[in-house]
């Protein structure tokens, strides 16, 4: 069973930075059948594509409201992808969840995926 888990969320002030984490096990096939998607949910609001990294090629996407801020990066040999974000506006406050699944078509869809974390709460206030 795969499982993943977050870390990394916090409280910061806008214009800062911080990055999150999440952990996969559980991997029942070659990593180069699997994709690993960041979303996230703000109150009130539906869950959002964020970022997402192919685990083999290592080609990335990003939803167009952090670009240029927002990087994804895997590292295969610890299983983890890591979302570093910079220039944090208020509007990025949310819960971050990772998620992943085989032989996804499209990494912005959500129903694509199979397995979610949890989910890490990010909050971006003065």
């Known amino acids: 069973q795969v499982r993943l888990v977050e870390s990394g969320g916090g409280l910061v002030q806008p214009g800062e930075s911080l990055t999150l984490s999440c952990a996969a096990s559980?991997?029942?096939?070659?990593?180069?059948?699997?994709?690993i998607g960041w979303f996230r949910q703000a109150p009130g609001k539906e869950r959002e594509f964020v970022a997402a990294?192919?685990?083999?090629?290592?080609?990335?996407a990003y939803t167009d409201s952090v670009k240029g801020r927002f990087t994804i990066s895997r590292d295969n040999a610890k299983l983890t992808v890591d979302l570093q974000m910079n220039s944090l506006k208020p509007e990025d406050t949310a819960i971050y969840f990772c998620?992943?699944?085989?032989?996804?078509?499209?990494?912005?869809?959500?129903?694509?995926?199979?397995?979610w974390g949890q989910g890490t709460q990010v909050t971006v206030s003065s």
């Open positions: 559980g991997f029942t096939l070659e990593l180069r059948y699997y994709a």
């Open positions: 990294i192919r685990w083999e090629s290592g080609t990335t």
């Open positions: 998620a992943t699944g085989k032989n996804i078509a499209s990494t912005m869809i959500s129903s694509e995926y199979e397995y």
